[in-house]
C-alpha cells in the first residue's frame, strides 16, 4: 500500500526533502540515497500486461532485486498491490525467468500463464531514490524522493516523484499524512505507475 505524488516543480525538492519536513509526524531515521536501475520485461505476446502484472530485475545500489506486481489498484494516488520481491545473484540476472517465485501460491497462475516462452526486456527506469523511513508511533512508513528517467524505444520520461509507502499500522494515517504534504507543496496524486506510463509511450508510438 502506497501513495504516489508527482512533483510539478523540481524547483520545490529542496524545500519538500528536509528532514523536518516529516518529522512533524514522528521519529525519521533510515535516511539513504541509492541509485536504481531497472529492466522490465515480459514475453513478446504481452502475456504479463495482459493479466494486469509487471515483472522486473532492479539494481537497488549493487543488489539485483527481481519483483513481481499484479492487481493493481489506484485511487487517488493511493495503490494497493500484490507485491513480491527476491534478492538475486548477478547470475540470476543473465536470463530472465519468473521461476524464482514459485513458492508462492499466488504467483503459480502468472508463471503458467508465461509458460516456457521466454522474457525480452519491455523498458527501463533509471533514477536515485532518497529515503527516510518515520514512526508516527503507530505506523510505519518510508518517503522515497525518485528523480531519474523512464527509457523506452519511443521516448524518454521524467522521474520526478515522492512515494509514501506503509510499512505497519493505519492506513488511514497514512493517507491523512500523505494528503497533508500533498496540500503544503502542490503535489499532485499518482494515477499511473513507472511501468504503466513506460507502456503508453511505447503504445502509442506503435499506433
Excluded: H
Excluded at 65 to 91: C, H, M, P, Q, Y
Excluded at 177 to 193: N, Q, W
Excluded at 201 to 207: F, I, R, Y
Aim: glycine fraction near 6%; charged fraction near 35%.
Amino acid at each position: 500500500i502506497e501513495l504516489k505524488y508527482g512533483i510539478p516543480d523540481p524547483g520545490i525538492i529542496d524545500s519538500l526533502w528536509k528532514e523536518e519536513v516529516f518529522s512533524r509526524y514522528g521519529s525519521v531515521d533510515k535516511k539513504t540515497t541509492i541509485p536504481m536501475l531497472a529492466t522490465y520485461y515480459d514475453t513478446k505476446a504481452g502475456d504479463l500486461r495482459k493479466a494486469d502484472a509487471a515483472f522486473r530485475i532492479r539494481k537497488e545500489g549493487d543488489q539485483p532485486v527481481a519483483t513481481l506486481k499484479w492487481n493493481d489498484s489506484v485511487k487517488e494516488g493511493l495503490f494497493e498491490r500484490e507485491e513480491l520481491n527476491i534478492n538475486l545473484t548477478d547470475s540470476d540476472c543473465e536470463t530472465p525467468t519468473l521461476s524464482k517465485f514459485i513458492e508462492s501460491e499466488s504467483a503459480c497462475a502468472l508463471i503458467e500463464k508465461v509458460g516456457d516462452r521466454p522474457l525480452v526486456p519491455v523498458l527501463k527506469t533509471d533514477f536515485t531514490r532518497k529515503t527516510m523511513r518515520i514512526d508516527t508511533g503507530t505506523t510505519i512508513f518510508e518517503a522515497d524522493l525518485d528523480v531519474g528517467s523512464i527509457i523506452t524505444s519511443a521516448k524518454n520520461l521524467d522521474i520526478c516523484e515522492l512515494e509514501i509507502e506503509l510499512y505497519s499500522g493505519s492506513r488511514d494515517e497514512l493517507v491523512s499524512i500523505g494528503e497533508d504534504i500533498a496540500e503544503r507543496f502542490g503535489l499532485v496524486p499518482g494515477l499511473k505507475s513507472k511501468y504503466q506510463r513506460g507502456i503508453e509511450a511505447v503504445e502509442s508510438a506503435d499506433e
